[in-house]
């Protein structure tokens, strides 16, 4: 008895374009917010985070405050990445596909591009950029700031990898705290976590707060919120970018009020986020949290985070019920909730030295002349061979150093 394979019929495949030029691309967001009662729901997923939550709007007034200044081609990436290499991958001049695999700390870009900071400098570990290993990530990522002119302003500006001196109001209030950290104190505790997923801030981000992640990640490393804002903007829909009588494009106007709110809120956002997870928000609100332990579990956990160590001594879930039990014990709920610390203590610099912590000492670092120095020189003078296109706020001085003349 033989058997024959029955004739079904086969699916009709989408046409190609379909794939090319996605529908929900095609469409205005502010024809497609028109249709529904709340528009701030029907905005596209890569734009909601732009507007806070609790934001009534009819969709005459979405589309002009929150929609008008954000092209389309802001979309963040449909895969997950790291924060920095987030970032990259919004700009024009960069290809989704040259960063399919590999990712970045923020001590590999401090060292590929000369910004040997203290940490760097102590840990020697400007030198991993001379292993075979880590060579493909130099090229890489010499090769995409080399194409994205705002990259290079930003990465070569004289502020980067500088602390940041205070927070903006808007960030301040974020904290939701008396005495909230210092820039300085969360970039030691963010950009180079003390251990292995020890606060786990990038673990099951919602598309929305990865974006937030990169732009406060590359915002507490020092870079200029227009050079953030520039290559955020992505690239333009096409026709809408003006042309000289040449036909060559001209730059983007600078970045407007709004958009430099809506960054800032970006950052807000992510801050509320990690505020909300248990270690971070004990650590961040800087009180002794040993009297809140009763039980030697509870006091080992609260020793790690002091320490920024591991709970390795702990079985998993006997750490994670000992940190439930911390933060939510009325002497830790009750501090976070008022944001007020009964107990001050000084907080741990997890990460001592990852940025510099004034301006005055990367200039002075500078002036030696190391071969980080040289490096960042040597970009500087290639950059200022195009000066009259710089925007007004980029600085890029050139030093006598002892070792090596900037003049040439």
Same mark, same amino acid.
């Given at each position: 008895m033989?058997?024959?394979p ?11 374009m ?5 529908p929900?691309?095609?469409?205005d967001p502010?024809?497609v917010?028109?249709?529904?009662e709340?528009?701030v729901?029907?905005?596209?997923g890569f734009?909601?985070f ?5 934001t ?11 929609i008008?200044?954000l092209?389309?081609?802001m979309s963040?990436?449909k895969?997950?990445?790291?924060p920095?290499v987030?970032l990259f991958l919004?700009?024009?001049y960069?290809s989704?596909?040259?960063w399919?695999?590999?990712?970045l700390?923020?001590r590999?870009?401090?060292?590929f591009?000369?910004h040997?900071?203290?940490?760097i ?9 001379f ?5 493909a990530?130099?090229?890489?990522f010499?090769?995409?700031?080399s194409r ?10 004289? &502020?980067?990898a500088? @602390?940041?001196q205070?927070? *903006?109001?808007?960030? #301040? ?6 005495d909230? =950290? ?5 970039a ?6 003390p ?27 020092g ?6 804002i520039?290559?955020?903007?992505g ?7 003006k ?8 730059p983007?106007?600078r ?24 270690k971070?928000?004990m650590w ?10 009763t ?6 956990v ?5 320490? &920024?160590?591991?709970? @390795?001594?702990?079985?998993l *879930?006997?750490?994670? #019920?000992?940190v439930k039990?911390l933060?939510?014990? =009325?002497y830790i ?9 009964l107990?001050?203590?000084?907080r741990?610099?997890?990460t001592?030295g ?6 005055e000492?990367k200039?002075?670092?500078e002036?030696?002349?190391?071969i ?15 000066a ?5 706020w980029?600085q ?7 070792n090596?003349k900037a003049?040439?």
């Amino acid at each position: 008895m033989a058997f024959f394979p029955c004739k079904t019929r086969a699916r009709k495949r989408p046409p190609l374009m379909f794939y090319m030029n996605p529908p929900f691309l095609l469409q205005d967001p502010c024809q497609v917010s028109i249709q529904n009662e709340n528009p701030v729901e029907s905005i596209p997923g890569f734009l909601a985070f732009f507007i806070p939550p609790t934001t009534s709007l009819d969709s005459d007034q979405v589309c002009q405050t929150h929609i008008s200044h954000l092209p389309c081609s802001m979309s963040c990436p449909k895969r997950t990445v790291g924060p920095y290499v987030h970032l990259f991958l919004h700009s024009q001049y960069v290809s989704n596909n040259q960063w399919q695999r590999a990712d970045l700390t923020m001590r590999q870009i401090l060292s590929f591009s000369g910004h040997h900071t203290p940490d760097i400098t102590a840990n020697q570990f400007w030198t991993y950029s001379f292993h075979p290993p880590a060579r493909a990530s130099n090229k890489a990522f010499h090769k995409t700031v080399s194409r994205d002119p705002y990259l290079q302003y930003g990465i070569y500006h004289q &502020g980067f990898a500088v @602390a940041r001196q205070e927070w *903006p109001k808007l960030l #301040r209030e974020a904290w939701q705290l008396n005495d909230p =950290p210092t820039p300085y104190e969360v970039a030691a505790a963010v950009l180079k976590e003390p251990a292995n997923h020890f606060f786990k801030l990038g673990i099951n981000l919602a598309p929305e707060m990865q974006h937030n992640r990169s732009v406060f990640y590359w915002w507490l490393a020092g870079m200029h919120e227009e050079a953030i804002i520039r290559v955020m903007r992505g690239r333009p829909p096409r026709g809408k970018q003006k042309k000289d009588e040449r036909g060559r494009y001209l730059p983007q106007p600078r970045a407007n009020e709004n958009e430099k709110v809506s960054l800032q809120e970006a950052m807000a956002a992510y801050i509320r986020y990690i505020m909300g997870i248990p270690k971070f928000a004990m650590w961040a609100l800087g009180t002794n949290i040993l009297p809140a332990c009763t039980d030697r579990k509870m006091a080992q956990v609260a020793a790690d985070i002091m320490l &920024g160590k591991s709970s @390795a001594e702990l079985p998993l *879930p006997e750490a994670k #019920r000992a940190v439930k039990k911390l933060v939510t014990h =009325p002497y830790i709920r009750t501090q976070i909730k008022t944001g007020q610390a009964l107990h001050p203590i000084s907080r741990t610099i997890y990460t001592p030295g990852i940025l510099w912590t004034t301006q005055e000492e990367k200039d002075d670092w500078e002036r030696e002349g190391s071969i980080g120095a040289q490096n960042i020189q040597q970009h500087r003078r290639i950059l200022l061979k195009r000066a009259k296109i710089h925007p007004p706020w980029l600085q890029l001085p050139l030093y006598d150093t002892l070792n090596w003349k900037a003049n040439g």
